[in-house]
């Protein structure tokens, strides 16, 4: 009775995890096809096909070894050990079925197929070293040590390390298995189970063995010396220590496996005594060697393997190149240096995009259910002028509609995309303190032909996250046009069609809606659009790379294009210091913004240009790869004039290079020139400088240029020690070079001038002021630009009334050498710090007779129009002086606000 219960209970268990393992698979299934699908209708079928036999062929491979290691080791040749004893099996095998101690065959079986189940998704999760195994491109450098192409690192050590632990879990999963099988049928000292134990044991030494040999060339990712690398405690302590129990495991191995022949149990004891010896000695010799030879004599000691850290570090991220050039700042900033060099003035960024996003949002988004997700910044060239300006899509949040209207049909059916962006130049600024914008409303009304829309639908953004279905019975909700409402149908080619059964049941299943199988709305010409969000689409596509995560829209003959940057990297370079530590990536020593993709706002047309042929990450995965990737020079020009060197990539470069400019190893390890970042006040906080796009002119050079900058202060200190620029822009794209100040000179740092606007008596008070009636002041970013051999700080201010989330640009802070001047606009606090005149209004007391003081604001009025018509920057910067203290004067004088 208590057999039969039992049966029937492993009968319930089996059922159970069939019909768990059978819903498994089938999900898995429904994915796959429904990913084939989608990577069919974008041309890219060849790319999936690679990825999934890769991962189907490493897992069958996999879980056939191991099923046939265990099925060898865990069942033929004990059975061939029972047949040997001349027991009959049949009762053999009843004993060990019913004995309560013992371990049943069914459980083993199920034991063996969950290790074969293991150890195959591992063998699959690792297609990807699989591939870059096979088709490695060498990077042309050695390491110092053991003379390997970085290559080896990269792309071979991380395979062999894997393969050489998935054996030694196999193999001691089938020691372990074997030992309790002849445990539990009392042949544990038989000869045959000592021979078959004693030659699993020696395969798990000889793999040991071979994974010491593989911790050698994993020193050169030590971080245990004074700088990332091996160093001399690793080449000189660690390195003999495992070549010795290499040695001691593979003599280990050797005597078991004449164990199997001669018993000579002693001298496994003498060598097993050795290795525990060796692991202990491991721990301590090499803190010995630190302590007492190389930190005594450290810098000689460790002078080469610095030499190593720093050049493998500047070659793997790409700061080898950067050219650096001094920087006198002894310049004079006149009237004229701005007259010559109105295009970069003109071009000052005033809005920091978060108070802009929010002004944004309250002028332009015209219904609820539309949101900016960002607001980028990027250049255009109009009426033949380069100029920077400001953009953010209008896209579709589905989930801001009314409660009531999120039905299946109104977010899947009617409400599929966004529609148009709004742009306005950084620096303009109207009477209102609101952006001047040169792409509005909806329709999208431009206000010169180069930002003309033709096709202002977003089908694919930063937040369309659902998916939709074209092509159905219901018309699609385009645009709103007063109280009424405009609808379109979709005419891109995106989509995967639900003409049949299977496709509607296999997409119903893996999007969880009945409504997909069951609406009449669906017919034979409808298509489904998903992965629509651009870091889902393009991370489906290419999950072998790092994708920027700021996306930007740019306007190219009439349609809405998003750029995207992608990174190669590793974390496997060998001498490089990690660089980044988080969330996607984990201890990121090597980086290259190899790839830039467009994906088409409409379509969805994603395509992955390769644009740095030098990369060897890139050119391996091109050799994966071959269709996913289009070499660089076939992008249009007119999206290459919008590329713009990435953000992240910088902000990584100049955290590196903040230490990394120092080469001369005694410099280095003293850190006598360590820089930092510098910190800057947003709103009332403290906080770290973020990098600025700006268009300038460097020194020597005669057309401005679109650029990343961010300055450089010493570590522990105020003042300016450096600036970093990236051009973006023509032949000069992607280079990256310092200017660097004298160390005798005094130079503000950010925070330094953000000290002296504060400690300003009038700024102070105005600001304090406008605190405290009803309104918040939000200081925008603090920007430095270097003009001619001087440095411009400009900080714009915003004034926000409690009442209403509307941000307004009321006052522009500018500060040069030891003058800081508030003003209503940036050409007003120009001329205030260039001119001999106070840069803050006088206090004096003001007349009250009505008449002369109309009188003298037109006369002031006059005179700056005149002066700003002649170029006079010092004499309109003192008439609109005279002119605001004419007004205040009226206001007080007439009692009106």
Not at 320 to 328: G, H, K, L, V, W
Not at 443 to 465: C, H, K, N, V
Not at 695 to 708: N, S, V
Not at 756 to 782: A, E, K, M
């Amino acid at each position: 009775m208590a057999q039969r219960r039992r049966r029937t209970t492993i009968g319930y268990a089996i059922a159970v995890g069939a019909l768990l393992a059978l819903f498994v698979t089938f999900s898995s299934l429904v994915d796959i096809y429904t990913e084939w699908l989608w990577f069919a209708s974008l041309g890219q079928q060849s790319t999936y096909q690679t990825r999934l036999w890769s991962q189907v062929g490493l897992w069958l491979a996999g879980a056939l070894l191991v099923i046939l290691v265990l099925v060898v080791n865990w069942f033929l040749i004990p059975r061939r050990l029972l047949d040997q004893l001349q027991l009959p099996l049949r009762g053999r095998m009843r004993q060990i079925l019913t004995a309560g101690s013992r371990v049943p065959t069914a459980i083993l079986r199920v034991v063996a197929a969950l290790v074969a189940l293991v150890m195959a998704s591992e063998a699959s999760a690792r297609w990807m070293d699989f591939l870059t195994f096979r088709h490695a491109v060498p990077f042309g450098l050695r390491d110092p040590i053991f003379g390997l192409d970085a290559s080896f690192y990269v792309f071979k050590l991380p395979l062999y390390r894997f393969l050489v632990g998935w054996v030694l879990v196999l193999v001691t999963a089938t020691l372990i298995g074997n030992g309790l099988v002849y445990l539990f049928t009392q042949q544990i000292q038989g000869r045959t189970a000592t021979t078959h134990l004693s030659v699993l044991g020696a395969l798990l030494l000889f793999g040991s063995a071979v994974d010491y040999q593989l911790q050698r060339f994993a020193l050169l990712n030590s971080s245990r010396g004074g700088v990332f690398g091996a160093g001399y405690t690793d080449v000189h302590a660690r390195l003999p220590l495992l070549h010795l129990l290499t040695g001691v495991f593979v003599l280990g191995a050797l005597l078991l496996t004449v164990n199997i022949f001669t018993r000579r149990w002693r001298w496994l004891l003498i060598v097993g005594g050795v290795g525990l010896a060796l692991g202990v000695l491991g721990s301590l010799y090499p803190g010995f060697v630190q302590r007492f030879t190389v930190q005594p004599n450290e810098l000689a000691l460790e002078r080469p393997y610095i030499e190593h850290n720093i050049r493998f570090t500047r070659f793997a991220y790409g700061v080898e190149d950067i050219q650096e050039s001094d920087y006198a700042a002894t310049g004079q900033l006149t009237a004229q240096t701005l007259e010559a060099n109105a295009d970069i003035v003109d071009n000052v960024r005033l809005w920091d995009w978060r108070p802009l996003r929010t002004t944004y949002e309250q002028l332009q988004e015209i219904r609820t259910y539309y949101t900016f997700a960002d607001v980028d910044v990027d250049r255009y060239t109009l009426d033949g002028r380069l100029r920077e300006v400001t953009l953010a899509a209008r896209e579709l949040d589905i989930e801001q509609l009314r409660e009531d209207a999120r039905t299946w049909i109104n977010q899947h059916l009617i409400y599929t995309h966004g529609y148009g962006l709004c742009l306005s130049p950084v620096a303009e600024v109207s009477a209102e303190g609101l952006p001047h914008l040169l792409v509005r409303d909806i329709p999208p009304q431009s206000a010169d032909p180069a930002l003309a829309i033709t096709r202002p639908e977003i089908y694919f953004g930063e937040t369309t996250t659902n998916y939709v279905i074209v092509n159905t019975t219901e018309d699609e909700f385009d645009y709103p046009s007063g109280d009424q409402n405009v609808y379109t149908r979709y005419q891109g080619p995106d989509g995967v069609g639900l003409g049949g059964l299977l496709r509607r049941l296999a997409f119903a299943h893996r999007f969880d809606s009945t409504s997909i199988l069951l609406s009449n709305a669906i017919g034979s010409d409808s298509r489904i659009l998903f992965h629509r969000s651009l870091s889902d689409r393009v991370e489906t596509l290419a999950p072998i790379l790092w994708f920027d995560d700021d996306p930007y829209p740019a306007i190219v003959d009439g349609r809405i294009v998003w750029l995207y940057d992608a990174y190669t990297w590793s974390n496997r370079f060998p001498y490089s210091e990690p660089g980044w530590n988080s969330e996607p990536v984990w201890g990121l020593n090597y980086i290259r913004n190899s790839v830039k993709i467009t994906i088409d706002a409409y379509t969805g047309k994603t395509v992955f240009y390769a644009v740095d042929p030098a990369d060897p990450l890139i050119r391996t995965y091109q050799a994966i790869f071959p269709a996913l990737f289009t070499p660089g020079e076939e992008m249009d020009e007119t999206l290459r004039e919008h590329w713009r060197y990435p953000e992240q990539l910088f902000l990584i470069q100049a955290d590196i290079y903040a230490a990394y400019h120092m080469q001369d190893p005694r410099v280095f390890y003293n850190q006598e020139d360590l820089w930092q970042t510098p910190t800057e006040v947003r709103d009332t906080e403290e906080t770290w400088m973020t990098p600025y796009y700006v268009i300038m002119r460097l020194p020597g050079e005669q057309a401005p240029e679109f650029m990343m900058i961010r300055p450089y202060v010493p570590a522990g200190k105020q003042n300016m020690i450096a600036w970093l620029y990236a051009d973006s822009d023509g032949p000069d794209y992607g280079h990256v070079g310092v200017y660097k100040f004298s160390k005798e000179a005094l130079v503000y740092g950010p925070i330094q001038v953000e000290a002296r606007i504060d400690q300003d008596p009038y700024i102070s008070q105005q600001l304090t002021l406008w605190n405290q009636r009803g309104s918040s002041v939000i200081r925008g970013n603090l920007i430095v630009i270097p003009i001619d051999g001087t440095l411009l700080y400009i900080e714009p201010l915003y004034l926000q009334a409690e009442s209403g989330r509307l941000p307004e640009l009321k006052r522009v802070l500018v500060s040069h050498g030891n003058r800081v001047a508030m003003a209503d606009d940036l050409a007003t606090g120009l001329a205030q710090v260039v001119s001999e005149a106070p840069a803050t209004p006088p206090v004096e007391p003001p007349p009250t007779d009505v008449a002369a003081l109309s009188r003298s604001a037109q006369a002031h009025y006059e005179a700056a129009q005149e002066c700003l018509q002649g170029g006079d920057w010092a004499c309109y910067g003192a008439e609109l002086e005279a002119l605001a203290h004419d007004l205040e004067a009226l206001v007080a004088a007439t009692g009106t606000q």
